[in-house]
T-cell receptor, first 115, second 115 residues
Framework: GAGVSQSPSNKVTEKGKDVELRCDPISGHTALYWYRQSLGQGLEFLIYFQGNSAPDKSGLPSDRFSAERTGGSVSTLTIQRTQQEDSAVYLC?????????????FGPGTRLTVL | AQTVTQSQPEMSVQEAETVTLSCTYDTSENNYYLFWYKQPPSRQMILVIRQEAYKQQNATENRFSVNFQKAAKSFSLKISDSQLGDTAMYFCAFIDTSGTYKYIFGTGTRLKVLA
């Protein structure tokens, strides 16, 4: 089936605007992760959803960041009042099932540029 | 705290040669998985290989193999017969399967395969 998809692929916004980034995980995957990757850097964990449990929000850098996952499928990461330091690639991943239970499947990412 | 360390920010290798990327980790847990992910310039993260901590046998996937030293908490990736398409960022990652299911990533090694 289809892999993890993210939209938009690229987003340019002005400082102070709100943005929404979308992630469609692989069908049937109950665990979903958001990461931030600054230019040339590693992955910074943001938030983790597992089924109907309360999400692990321990990686969100400030209260301007929030995420939700509707119906256990699509997830939206919202950044309010964007700042230039928010510029990065935002990656979404869902965790597999069965023999791939511990494997993450990544989307192509959204490159966010805050001017 | 659980950590993953990749001490080689950049490496290069001649086409058809063999290269080894280093990764060390720190955990007090016994149940975990280790992964190597590849991120080419297209930025799509792709799983290269994974290792279950309870398995003593080193994982192999075609030209890719690992040297898993559990006592030393070392997990290196060997790429044999390097190809130009292997040029990418390589990330080592760890997941504690008895706890939070949060993945910890190293800072990455940028590998360039030279023609």
């Amino acid at each position: 089936g289809a892999g993890v998809s993210q939209s938009p692929s690229n987003k340019v916004t002005e400082k102070g605007k709100d943005v929404e980034l979308r992630c469609d995980p692989i069908s049937g995957h109950t665990a979903l992760y958001w990461y931030r990757q600054s230019l040339g850097q590693g992955l910074e964990f943001l938030i983790y959803f597992q089924g109907n449990s309360a999400p692990d929000k321990s990686g969100l850098p400030s209260d301007r960041f929030s995420a939700e996952r509707t119906g256990g499928s699509v997830s939206t990461l919202t950044i309010q009042r964007t700042q230039q330091e928010d510029s990065a690639v935002y990656l979404c991943a869902s965790r597999g099932t069965g023999v791939s239970y511990n494997e993450q499947f990544f989307g192509p990412g959204t490159r966010l540029t805050v001017l | 705290a659980q950590t993953v360390t990749q001490s080689q920010p950049e490496m290069s290798v001649q086409e058809a040669e063999t290269v080894t990327l280093s990764c060390t980790y720190d955990t007090s847990e016994n149940n975990y998985y280790l992964f190597w992910y590849k991120q080419p310039p297209s930025r799509q993260m792709i799983l290269v290989i994974r290792q279950e901590a309870y398995k003593q046998q080193n994982a192999t996937e075609n030209r890719f193999s690992v040297n898993f030293q559990k006592a030393a908490k070392s997990f290196s990736l060997k790429i044999s017969d390097s190809q130009l398409g292997d040029t990418a960022m390589y990330f080592c990652a760890f997941i504690d399967t008895s706890g939070t299911y949060k993945y910890i990533f190293g800072t990455g090694t940028r590998l360039k395969v030279l023609a």
